[in-house]
């Protein structure tokens, strides 16, 4: 018996029965040899990580443009934060942590440079529109790689594709929203609770709000501070889940009313401040220059972007800009748009 066979029968000896075992990984799009030491979902957690994607995620948008100061979140630390979020939430319910893990790990890959707004201006010009979620399931399927994809579990792929909830209610009971997982609808909870946490600290620190403005029945709800917060909600998953046996995830009536509260507060009190709208209004005219230059191909392939058979030339050039950093994409334009010094040798 080697060491995954040994991992896949410790997960049926000690996860809840609702648990998704890693032996039972409905597989796959290409059949491979398993690992003799990983099991599947321990290898999809380590070819995210490891991928050039995930690696990008460190100089991409969160709330605030290219932020100047160290201890603004990005996306990647965003993504961290729900992994281990998620993470605490799936062994506190003996749920599969390799699963959550790797779902969490990957569900933002496919975001634009500039964040949200990136991704309006591909949605103006890709058919069919433009969404994160699906970009993310994209470049983990065809992208990576040089365009060999990441060959990830169905359970995965599944995850990633149902992480996002936009503006409308945090719970569903529509299975055609929800992952087909109880790990994958623990990192779409654990998401909200990542972000609308650090983006308040973030705002926070850039005096674009103070305590004194987050509305008091939030504060009385939620917590004062961003750690109470944090525990407040994970905990009340917890309980609330294990209290439906575990067969469902769930926040209390009262703990999900608040969070979409405080998310509905964030859009118009951060996200949609004037300060801060202004500067992605300038990216969003950038995006759209760069998009429409690249809409020649001699020119998208010369900055190495790259088309695959069959796709149009639409969506190459929104995979392109979807990949790029906050900073690559700056200087990109930069030396395609704005006169530069004379180099003389």
Request: glycine share 6%; hydrophobic share 40%.
């Amino acid at each position: 018996m080697n060491v995954r066979n040994q991992l896949e029968q410790r997960e049926v000896q000690i996860l809840s029965p609702y648990a998704c075992m890693s032996a039972q990984s409905a597989g796959r799009r290409l059949p491979e040899e398993p690992c003799p030491v990983r099991t599947a979902f321990q290898l999809d957690r380590d070819r995210i990580l490891h991928s050039k994607s995930f690696r990008r995620l460190k100089h991409k948008t969160q709330v605030f443009l290219s932020p100047e100061g160290d201890h603004y979140r990005t996306r990647l630390t965003h993504t961290l934060e729900v992994s281990q979020i998620a993470r605490t939430v799936a062994r506190a319910l003996s749920l599969n942590e390799d699963l959550t893990e790797a779902i969490a790990l990957g569900h933002d890959l496919g975001h634009t440079p500039f964040g949200h707004a990136g991704e309006r201006v591909l949605a103006e010009f890709v058919p069919g529109g433009f969404h994160h979620v699906r970009q993310s399931l994209r470049v983990v399927d065809k992208l990576e790689k040089d365009g060999q994809g990441l060959n990830l579990t169905a359970e995965v792929r599944d995850g990633i594709l149902k992480h996002s909830k936009g503006r409308g209610p945090i719970l569903s009971d529509d299975p055609s929203v929800l992952a087909s997982t109880l790990e994958g609808r623990v990192v779409r909870l654990a998401d909200i609770i990542a972000y609308v946490n650090h983006d308040l600290d973030d705002a926070r620190r850039a005096g674009l709000v103070s305590s004194r403005d987050i509305p008091e029945h939030l504060l009385a709800a939620l917590g004062g501070r961003s750690a109470r917060r944090i525990d407040t909600l994970v905990r009340d998953m917890i309980e609330t889940s294990m209290a439906a046996e575990g067969r469902e995830i769930l926040l209390s009536d009262g703990v999900v009313g608040a969070v979409e509260d405080l998310r509905d507060w964030l859009f118009e009190h951060v996200y949609r401040e004037e300060s801060v709208d202004c500067e992605f209004m300038k990216a969003s005219r950038m995006l759209r220059e760069l998009f429409q230059f690249f809409t020649d191909e001699k020119a998208l392939r010369a900055h190495g972007g790259r088309r695959l058979a069959g796709d149009p030339l639409s969506v190459s050039v929104a995979d392109f800009i979807a990949g790029m950093t906050d900073r690559f994409a700056l200087k990109l334009y930069q030396q395609l748009f704005l006169p530069q010094p004379w180099k003389s040798l």
